[in-house]
Each structure stands twice: as structure tokens, then as C-alpha cells.
């Protein structure tokens, strides 16, 4: 999704935030697209000219071979499969981003890759969603991505319920090393703790047509946009909103809980075991016993 023009959203009051930057990062499958989606209505541009969303995603094949040469000093990028890419490489990837426009990426956070976004004048928005719906978004995504460079090892696995079990403890799928849920995530929430940037919520942005709340989705919409110093009437709020839910090329769902409908009991205890301390951590539960 490319918008080519800058024009002012109407009934939205900007102060400097359409000159600004963003880098609008996320764990695979936890609302990328929802997040994306806000922005863009925000008013700024989807720039994708000269970044390859799956290179800021630690995920393309030839990653390695081609970025080797630049430098001595390496910058991880990715979550799921994480890959280190020069330091240079990168400042000049994300120096051909123009004002007014935003990037997606799938990255960890790392004290070189915050600093090259601060020298830049990035701002910096993630979205993050309860563990056990990314790990089951997360399961289906890849079983329809042949591209992925982990597909074969991938579809190897017996059935979805050792691909789904794969999706939250990880492990070694061939040459590829896939981390946990917890090690995904508490990787990628340091971003609100040392990097500066805005976490926000899966769950409150989807609003009530994802299963969420209406309330919730009108709040998270305003925090985004006056951490982009940008002020909205309350008539726009409500037009962002109406045009949230269900945009994007690899929407399935899009709702709250369901994992509770695929779960089985051995992928409730697998959760409980590698990532129990994370959801209560999050808020998603109060204590392990769920």
C-alpha cells in the first residue's frame, strides 16, 4: 500500500509532525498492517523505494552476502530470525526516507539502531499483541510464504501442531534458529524502556470490529498521533477509527483471543513454560493459573 500524496487529512490540526519521520516497527504478525494503516491516515506516506521491508525483517536470503563488505561495525535487524547488516549500509537506507513518510521493520532493539534513528530524526511507534495470537498469526503466515527462507524446514514439521509448537518455543529449523516467544519479546520491548519509542497495543487499536474496545481504540489513535506532534479534532479521531480494521495484504482475522479456539492443552503448557512470567509482565494475564 503506496499513498503518493502528502495533503493534509481533513479535520486533522498538525503541528510538526508531518515533518518528521517514522519508523513504524512490530513483532511478525502482531498488527503490522493495523499499525501502518493508522499512520497512513495519519497523512504520511507508505515510503518503500530503496528498503525492502524484509531486510529491515532480518529475513532476506541474500542478506548476508550482500552486505558483508560495508564496515566493520553491524546493526541487528529482525525478530524471529535476527541478522546483523552494516551500520553504514543501513544509515544509508534509511537516509532516503523523506520527510512525512514512514518505514516498517521487524527489529529488536539495539543501542546502534536507536542512535542512527535519533541522528536521523526518526520518531519511533511499536505495536505489540498478546503472545499467543502472534504465535498462532504467526504459524499461518508462514505456512503461506514459500519465499520465507524458512518455508521447507518449515512445512517439514509433522503437522500444524508441531508447527504451531515450533512457533512459540522456536528452535532450529535447518541452518535458520528461530527464537521463543519470550526471547521475541523481551528483545523488541526494550524498545519503549531505552529507545524512546511509542508501544502500543494490538488490542486497543483493533477497536470493536476486531473484538476490541471503542474507547480504547479512540485513546491509543490520539497517544499515536501527539507522539508525532500531531493534534486531532474529534471528528477526524472518529473517521481514523472507521478506517482501521481489516486493511492489509496478509490480514486473516485480525481479532482478539483467538487462540483460545485453536490451543490445544500441550500449547497452553508450552506458552505457560517459555513465556508464562512475559504475559502476566504485558498484563494479558494476572498469574499463571489460565
Known amino acids: 500500500m503506496v499513498i503518493r500524496s502528502r495533503t493534509r487529512p481533513a479535520g486533522a490540526v498538525s503541528g510538526r509532525g508531518l515533518e518528521t519521520r517514522v519508523l513504524a516497527n512490530s513483532i511478525p504478525k502482531s498488527g503490522t498492517h493495523l499499525l501502518l ?3 497512513i491516515l495519519l497523512g504520511f506516506e507508505h515510503f518503500q523505494k530503496g528498503i525492502r521491508r524484509d531486510v529491515l525483517s532480518g529475513s532476506h ?8 563488505a560495508y564496515g566493520s561495525e553491524r546493526v541487528p535487524v529482525g525478530i524471529d530470525f535476527p541478522e546483523y547488516v552494516s551500520r553504514r549500509w543501513l544509515e544509508g537506507r534509511l537516509g532516503r526516507v523523506p520527510e512525512g513518510a514512514v518505514v516498517s521493520a521487524h527489529c529488536v532493539y539495539s543501542p546502534g539502531f536507536a542512535g542512527i534513528l535519533r541522528e536521523q530524526g526518526f520518531r519511533v511507534v511499536c505495536i505489540l499483541r ?49 527464537r521463543s516467544l519470550e526471547e521475541r519479546y523481551r528483545g523488541f520491548m526494550e524498545w519503549e524502556e531505552e529507545g524512546g519509542a511509542l508501544m502500543v497495543r494490538f488490542e486497543d487499536l483493533v477497536g470493536p470490529k476486531g473484538g476490541g474496545s471503542g474507547e480504547a481504540q479512540r485513546r491509543t489513535v490520539v497517544r499515536v498521533a501527539g507522539h508525532l506532534g500531531i493534534r486531532l479534532d474529534d471528528e477526524r479521531v472518529e473517521e481514523i477509527c472507521e478506517g482501521l480494521f481489516g486493511a492489509g495484504r496478509t490480514f486473516r482475522r485480525g481479532r482478539r483471543g483467538g487462540w483460545r479456539e485453536e490451543f490445544s492443552a500441550e500449547h497452553v503448557e ?21
Open 61 to 68: 536470503p541474500l542478506l548476508r552476502r550482500l552486505l558483508r
Open 270 to 290: 508450552a506458552v505457560k513454560e517459555v513465556a508464562g512470567d512475559l504475559l502476566v509482565d504485558l498484563g494479558y494475564e494476572r498469574d499463571r493459573r489460565w
Open 37 to 39: 494503516r493508522l499512520l
Open 130 to 178: 498478546d503472545p499467543r495470537d502472534t504465535a498462532l498469526s504467526h504459524m499461518y503466515y508462514l505456512k503461506s510464504l514459500p519465499r520465507h527462507p524458512a518455508y521447507r524446514e518449515y512445512m517439514s514439521l509433522p503437522g500444524d501442531h508441531e508447527r504451531l509448537m515450533f512457533s512459540i518455543r522456536g528452535g532450529r529449523l535447518g541452518r535458520h534458529v528461530m
